[in-house]
């Protein structure tokens, strides 16, 4: 708040902003000075399409710094080779992934972004018993089933549920061990899962 800074130190607020220069920078956006982090961070690209149509619109205005700092602000450009297109990437649309779930499973599957979790809801609004949801995607371990549904939500995370089968140790005693079949299975299941999506994708 410049006029307020001017009034508590009496210095005027051209002054101030001399002083404040690298710290501060006038956004022509909203006619105002900014803290420099904030305005050159967030879509910087659009603000610097703004800043030049303003400069166009107003060619006594000299907004020649404010351009050259966004255009320093502009992160590199990524190569299209570059980008990850995994199943679950926080970039992609996910009516993208609700698109490619309901024709993997036959069902229609719609899938949404939680933020506040970063985690993912997935509903199915038909039948959930078709063979894609039960069988050709779905995983029998010892404990429980798990169906395509549930494989669909571990491979949007990228994790696995902990699968476990009872045993009986040296001593006689019942224990928990990992269900290797069922965890192969599983991960088989969903790197074809996550494959499947690249290729339809691209």
Known sequence: DLALMAQVSNTPQSEIAIKLKDRIIYNPL????QIKEKFLSGNVVEKLHQVRIIQDSNPDMNLKEVIQELEKAIPKQITFDELDFNFGERWIDT???S?????????HIEITYIRESDDFAVRCS?????SNITDVYGVDSVNRKYTGLHLIQFALTDKMPIMTKKSINDKGEEINIPDSEAIQLMRGKLQDIQNKFTEWLI
Not at 30 to 33: A, K, V
Not at 99 to 107: G, M, N, P, V
Not at 126 to 130: A, L, V, Y
């Open 30 to 33: 909203n006619g105002e000075y």
């Open 95 to 97: 009516r993208l992934f």
């Open 99 to 107: 698109k490619f779930a309901s024709e993997l499973l036959d069902a």
């Open 126 to 130: 038909t039948n959930t018993n078709n």
